[in-house]
């Protein structure tokens, strides 16, 4: 079992920036699992915004976030970070980080595909 707890949420005025962290504990290690990053607004569906394979090559990122948002893992396998910049209207929302068997280099992160969620942390931009 893995448990995810993420911090680091806020509100930040556009072209600003947040550091969003997943702290991965339980019986299992954060090295066997590929970490993705969703975001979900009211009324629509939770989507995969970043992955990182188990061997943190070749992230993954939808294009609205490319360039401004990177998602890396700590070397000790236990926290997964979303450092994002130039934040926009459109980057608001709970962004939930999860745990789960692959990360593709060519879509985005499926939710179905991931086993172990955090409780998510709430993102606010605005002026």
């Known amino acids: 079992q893995l448990q995810l707890v993420e911090s680091g949420g806020g509100l930040v005025q556009p072209g600003g920036s947040l550091r969003l962290s997943c702290a991965a504990s339980?019986?299992?290690?954060?090295?066997?699992?590929?970490v993705a990053w969703f975001r979900q607004v009211p009324g629509k569906e939770r989507e995969g915004v970043s992955c990182?394979?188990?061997?943190?090559?070749?992230?993954y990122y939808i294009d609205s976030v490319k360039g401004r948002f990177t998602i890396t893992r700590d070397t000790a396998n236990t926290a997964v970070y979303l450092e994002m910049n130039t934040l926009n209207a459109e980057d608001a929302g709970v962004y939930y980080c999860a745990a789960g068997p692959r990360c593709s280099i060519y879509s985005p992160p499926r939710a179905k595909s991931y086993d172990y969620w955090g409780q998510g942390t709430q993102v606010t931009v605005s002026s």
């Open positions: 990182l394979g188990t061997n943190d090559y070749l992230p």
């Open positions: 339980g019986s299992t290690s954060l090295s066997y699992y590929a």
